[in-house]
């Protein structure tokens, strides 16, 4: 599938036939023979039924109602046997057809810059995209043969009418134009309408989490909170369950409405096609399948056709989402691997840098100057909002538009190719991620390009995370989670050493670590820092922590206030300016005295 190219709503109904060709197909058989089948089955139970009365009322041989007999059996085997076969094998293609298409646009969505992932507005909209995107796309063929299926039939059953009832029959088509008209129209505000509720949906899933999420299932047995989250919840959940009812009951009655007209419309047509049997221009059988056909018409004008006509319009309104989430820029290299050996690290500077994420007003970054030199160990401290973890964002190109320089050896960051950059640098992130597979496998992340199991060893030895290894049923190779029946669950602070691990057994040369102690017992962090000076030979460290004993370890402690450094020096010299960093590690110092 080629999401290099804009999805068009003719290469939409291609999609089934570069996918699926052989189900495709299979289901275009079916539309057709429906079709053919409907103005046969008027016609054939017309014959049914005079061929019946004659054979009763003349006491003709039963053998002449045989062949209208047979004809309306296989219409039934067709109806309750052959389409539920059909109907199963369409189930197959669309499982093919999600198998097929999900892996391509998975990959487009982990491409994505990560810009995106953290603004609102591109997170709805991929909510709303990412709803079954491969059915949505798809069926687009499906929704077209099935209307073209339903006008043929109706337009097949309108002939009949017209042939017999012509006032009728016009006046049929003439009502259908506004009954169109409005079934366009109400397609129109019921994709607006999920739209809008996209954010309240969002409220809602949040909401709904506190009351039912494992996370916060101590807080909310603490704080007896469940009883108000659930009345927001249930609020929300009223706001968007009245939203949808208003676009719901205005689409009925509007159908309703166009209903009724046409049903009363038909009642006549049987009362105008009276006489006609009366004096034997219309045998009884015809006038009773044509009963049978108006009334199809009736659905099909007043329900099935403007639902097509709604959904035609609800599909156009997704391709403009659809498209929008492939316009969105992809982060360059996104899957590359780093590369190997990793590049020599000498220096990193930034000059005047200024940073304000996109969409937002606040400046982050103010004329930040600082420098990180290969082979010393940094602390960034500060406030929170200072903007130590925004800096990691930019060190790693996560962002890269930035006002001012950073510069990598000499040469602006931006102007490095991303497998250098992956190489180079190493973060582990204070929300770092648990990913549900073995140990081993948790650990290895961090070296993408493969670790050795003496390598696994070493870096689950240095963050402390041995002794739990060994304590658990398959070692090392025991799955983690609950995702897994046999899945083992870890405590915070299991988790944040084997994050750890990964930043360990990674070769970047500049490792930053952003509250890596954040979950662990004091002892647990002792522990850490004793085993610092072997966890960082050999690479530069950038230390981010609201624990400050931490920064006694760095060479250089980067005091960050307003998004610029207003202070630095090794612990020893901070402490006698007597500024801010004194009277934070002074304020933390007072908490253990």
Known sequence: MDLSRKMTYPRALSLPFRVIPFYTLLGLLQQIIGLAIAPIS????????DTALVVVGEGLGASRIVPPLIALGVFQIYNYILWPLMGLANTKGRMKTQLKMRVPLVEKRARLEFKHLENNETVDLLNRVWDNPEGKLSGMFNTLTQFLREMGVTASYAVILLAHAPLAGSMLIVLSVPIFWLAIKS??????????????DRYVGTVGWFIHGREPAGERSLFCYAEKMADKYLAGFEDVRKWQLRIGALWFARSKSASVILGLLSTAALFMLAPSVANGSLTVGLYIALIGALFSTVHSMSWSLPYYFRQFTTEREYLKEFNRFLELTEARDAEA???TPPPNFEKLEFKNVSFTYPGTEKVILNGLNLTIENGKHYAFVGINGAGKTTIT??????????DGEILLNGKELREWEIPVIKAMFCALFQDFVRYDITVAENAAIGKANGAADEEIDRALSLSGFDAKAESLKEGKNTLLGKTHDNGVDLSGGEWQRLAFARAIISPAAVKILDEPTAALDPVAESQVYEKFESISKGFTTIFISHRLASAKMADIIYVLDGGKVTEQGNHGTLMKKSGLYAEMFESQRGWYA
């Open 42 to 49: 008027v016609l054939v139970t017309a014959y049914f039924i």
């Open 187 to 200: 397609g129109k505000a019921t994709y607006q309408a999920q739209r809008d509720k996209t954010e309240r």
């Open 337 to 339: 691997l780093p590369v």
């Open 393 to 402: 964002k930019l060190i790693t190109r996560l962002y890269d538009d930035y």
